[in-house]
């Protein structure tokens, strides 16, 4: 079988600990000894995918959405948005009065221009504890990007940004002051089914694991989908089995159920 395994909050905690339970290492270790594919179907970009993260050991990674996928060591797709359209999409984000980050699989991008809302303090307080810093700039001459996130407050034009963006991008929100956006044809659904077309494997022999809603693409796209104890009711009710939650060995409960 192949399992993909969302990060945040589902291999890693989403808390200050920003933890991961020795219990899912030693679980995804046991099930790539016995023959079974374990991959990270993430948003992050690949670049934001630490060491302890990636020694855990994968056979490979979808990153940004499914606009970056790399199986081994071979690169099965690298999506990036044409420059010349970033620059056009930085400019709204700019008239719309939003602080962005832009994550390309090498980098992140920042724009000096904008107005730092408040509650992108803190998000960039912790990816600083985690060792990455925001030091390229939309005015770089090699600015272009995967996908984006954009926090905003009662001062940003969300209405316009949304309505225009939503010509090329889909738009995942998070709580009530974050998107994340995601080009269309891009997203963790299509990033399984290339992985596993590329494996020669049915997504009915496909397991994926989430938590949250920008999961959803991945669990309604293999039978047997998982949500992680600590998800919401609606991530839940998406899924086919739902395990205990990370702090409870979720993971490695998840595994066990189906005998991998």
Known sequence: MIVFFDIDGTL???DERYWIPQSAVEAIRAARKKGHLMYLNTGRAMVDIEDRIRQIGFDGYACSCGAYIRCGQELLLNRIVPPERCRR???LVLECDMTPVYERFDTFFVDARVRMVPCFLPVMKAYEQRGKFFTKDVSDPDFSF???VVWYDEKSDVGRFTKEIGET???IPHGTEVLEMTEKGCSKASAIAQICAYHGISTRDAVAIGDSMNDAP??????????MGNS???VRQLSSFVTKGLYEDGIAYALSHFGL
């Open 89 to 91: 999409i930085a400019q």
């Open 218 to 227: 991945m669990l309604r796209a293999v039978k047997n989908s998982v949500a």
């Open 146 to 148: 995967h996908n984006f």
């Open 232 to 234: 919401p009711l609606q």
């Open 169 to 171: 991008f889909d738009c």
């Open 12 to 14: 890693v905690s989403s």
